[in-house]
């Protein structure tokens, strides 16, 4: 079925933490909407969204699911997000094809971990945003105190739409807040919010505003009308009570959602030209083809999925696009509709509706696609997804021969997958290290190896990749002579090398006043390294000189103290000697690399180690035990920041070695209610006993080889 007016769509991404209800809401609406004639279930097994084995073992979503269904004329696509921290890159993708995110929050256990990073998501992405209570059929339920709990983390312009009949096992019914609703009096008083609410709906519309002030009662179309303008605005956040496990208030929230969620042209999508200039992208079935892919997947039946949100113009089958992030035409055979793990083909999409190609190798997360066939009318790039930086790494090799042909193959499917999984080869310490968000996401991927793709792998800790550098500086020569018989091989370099400060302006450090005889300097800001050409008089002929930065920059790669890749180090060549027969760059070469190791050798040598930011959100009543941890492992405490909830935001700067098995001592000591990320920030000198243990274990195995 082609969806051909972008009015009656509506894009929603259920939010939350873990185990908060989502999936089990996401099954009920799709019974109650006609969709099954059974109501899935996640404890056994059944559910729609929870597609993949390792979901219905688990019992929890690791990827997001799409689904859809009609209701009063409108057509619902909804998006099941993972509920917890480890999978958080799957709900930032997820927020990019909607216009409205549903922050799903268990009234008994109150606001967790991840419901705040959600909806600081969906708050960054400028979309509507509604929260719904669930589980107030359980025990211990204090709505107000719950409400309040909201309205402290989240803004006073937190409302609830409407309010529970009874809490716990006496949870019968909903009333709605809103003027003239109904005479049914709720837990609270129903009277108090619906003024709120009224007073959020005319903040975002002057019209109403001034009808308002002048005395006059707002129409129902006008409230409903209000409603979304206010949570577009931002001025109105919506709450709904509901229990997903008995279907009370579940009605009810879907008819609020269909009526109230904005319709794909009522958010602004900025994307920009070909030649760099912001554009507007409308979201009109007659416009240019703009849309984006959100979601990639591997299913073992159709291969490759990728997910589209359009956001202009229409696609069909057995069309041509252009990607415009890689300039390649892309023919696109087949078009879907996804209901949980199956597809259903269309012929066409149009603006503001939600797709799915298969078998499209050259389309990836991220991509923008456009008109294809030449055509440039409308061509836009919209902006890219970012996540969060993968910091908890193993090392990974297959356990068999026979499978060392597979295992790369079946990694890149799960990049694919997986923006916050990386896998990388570390030329240092010669891994393969594959990266996630925790020990737990690594664990689903090696289970995922094993069952979809049969690669059984061996995994260990990886190595840090240090670096090197000096603290000193040191100058000398080093002659390289050779006679084997024939012309042999001759070459003498006197070099001195120094420590580079981080941070210099090239242009401004390598001067002729810092610098005797400078011709040239050649600068790599990547490991702060320089090779300062300052011979004098032709003693080094000039066709040599590159020889001898190459010798230095070879050996620089293998490292000289322990074997790690050496930065932040100027080098510069000053005098040398060469011979008319036996001179060749073979023999600068050697003797640059041999000169400078033994400068390296006599200038201080130290070993620099990764330094991770690390952000941690921990409850306050845990944050003396967290902070002294970080100090056992190093860190240093850089912020505190205090969260509604009585959260803390501790920022810290700690060595990436003693965070290798962070998560696990997190969660012990914060029962589970912590959370942290970590992202790469410098590289700074370790203390001299942590170095002594490097560089022994280096000469060790350098005696084992």
């Known amino acids: 079925m082609a969806i051909t007016q972008v009015e009656g769509i509506r894009n929603v991404a259920l939010v939350g933490h873990g185990a908060v209800g989502k999936t089990t809401l996401s099954d009920l609406m799709l ?29 929890f979503s690791i990827s997001s699911h799409i ?17 917890y921290p480890d999978f958080i890159g799957q709900t930032i ?62 803004g006073a312009n937190c409302l609830p739409l409407n309010v529970p009949l009874g809490i716990g096992p006496g949870f019968k019914g909903v009333v709605s807040t809103l003027p003239g609703a109904s005479t049914r009096q709720g837990v609270v008083n129903v009277a108090e919010y619906g003024q709120q609410v009224i007073d959020a709906i005319v ?67 900025m994307g920009k030209d070909m030649n760099g200039t912001e554009v ?38 057995d069309s041509t696009i252009l990607c415009p992030t890689t300039g390649k035409q892309l023919k696109i055979h087949n078009l879907f509709h996804v209901q949980g793990g199956t597809q259903e083909p269309v012929d066409a999409a149009y603006a503001g509706d939600i797709v799915a190609v298969s078998k499209v190798e050259d389309l990836h997360t991220g991509d923008t696609i456009c008109f294809g066939n030449g055509q440039t009318r409308g061509t836009v790039i919209l902006p890219g997804m970012t996540f969060p930086t993968p910091m908890i790494g193993l090392a990974v090799e297959p356990k068999s021969r026979n499978d060392q042909q597979k295992i790369s193959g079946a990694l890149h499917k799960i990049e694919e997958e997986d923006p916050t999984f990386k896998v990388t080869r570390e030329s240092q310490t010669h891994e393969m290290v594959m990266q996630g968000m925790s020990e737990l996401h690594l664990q689903i991927v090696q289970n995922r190896l094993q069952k979809r793709d049969k690669v059984d792998v061996v995994t260990h800790q990886p190595k840090i ?22 012309s042999g091989q001759f070459a003498e370099v006197h070099l001195r090398v120094s420590a580079l400060p981080q941070g210099i302006n090239p242009e401004e450090y390598f001067t002729k006043d810092r610098f005797d005889h400078l011709r040239e300097y050649h600068y790599d800001p990547v490991l702060n390294f320089a090779f300062v050409d300052r011979v004098s008089g032709g003693s080094v002929p000039n066709q040599y000189i590159p020889a001898v930065e190459k010798g230095v920059i070879e050996r620089m790669t293998k490292g ?16 040398g000697k060469d011979h008319p027969v036996d001179s060749n760059e073979t023999a600068f070469r050697i003797a640059g690399s041999m000169c400078f190791r033994n400068l390296f050798r006599e200038a201080r040598p130290q070993l620099l180690e990764p330094i991770a930011r690390a952000e941690i959100y921990v409850p306050g009543d845990k944050l003396g035990d967290i ?20 959260y803390q935001i501790v920022t810290a700067r700690v060595p990436v070695s003693e965070m290798m098995t962070y998560a696990r001592s997190m969660s012990s000591i914060t029962g589970g209610r912590g959370s942290f990320t970590l992202e790469l920030s410098h590289y700074e000198i370790m203390p001299p006993n942590e170095q002594q243990k490097v560089i022994a274990a280096a000469q060790m195995k350098d005696e084992d080889e």
Request: net charge negative; proline share 2%; hydrophobic share 40%.
């Open 31 to 59: 019974f109650r909407a006609g969709v099954t004639n059974r109501q899935g279930s996640v404890d056994d097994g059944t559910s729609l969204l929870d597609v993949d084995d390792e979901e219905r073992e688990r019992k």
């Open 67 to 83: 689904s859809h269904f009609n209701r009063s004329g409108h057509w619902n696509n909804i998006i099941d997000t993972p509920g």
């Open 93 to 154: 993708s997820a927020l990019r094809g909607v216009e409205m995110a549903v922050i799903v929050i268990a009234a008994d256990s109150g606001i967790a971990v991840n419901t705040r990073k959600v909806f600081q998501q969906a708050t960054q992405n400028g979309m509507a945003r509604m929260i719904l209570l669930n589980k107030l059929d359980h025990d211990n339920i204090k709505f107000s105190q719950v409400v309040s709990d909201i309205q402290a983390t989240f």
């Open 203 to 269: 903040e975002s519309d002057d019209v109403l505003m001034e009808k308002f002030f002048n005395g006059e009662t707002l129409s129902g179309e006008e409230i409903a009308s209000g409603i979304t303008k206010a949570m577009i605005a931002g001025t109105l956040i919506p709450m709904f009570c509901a229990s997903a496990r008995t279907g009370v208030g579940v009605d009810e929230f879907m008819d609020a959602m269909t009526l109230y969620a904005p319709a794909p042209n009522a958010l602004h999508r």
């Open 280 to 317: 507007d992208v409308q979201s009109d079935a007659d416009g240019p083809l703009v849309g984006q892919v959100f979601k990639t997947r591997i299913d073992p039946f159709v291969s490759k999925l990728s997910y589209i949100r359009l956001f202009s113009g229409k696609l069909t089958k």
């Open 465 to 486: 990749a240090y670096r090197e550098t000096v603290a000193g500086a040191k100058e000398g020569s080093y002659r390289h002579k050779k006679q084997s018989g024939g």
């Open 560 to 575: 000289v103290a322990a074997g790690y890749q050496i930065q932040d180090v100027c080098v510069e060549i000053f005098f």
């Open 627 to 646: 902070t002294s941890d970080l100090n056992s492992r190093r860190g240093r405490v850089e912020g505190l920041d205090s969260e509604a909830g009585g």
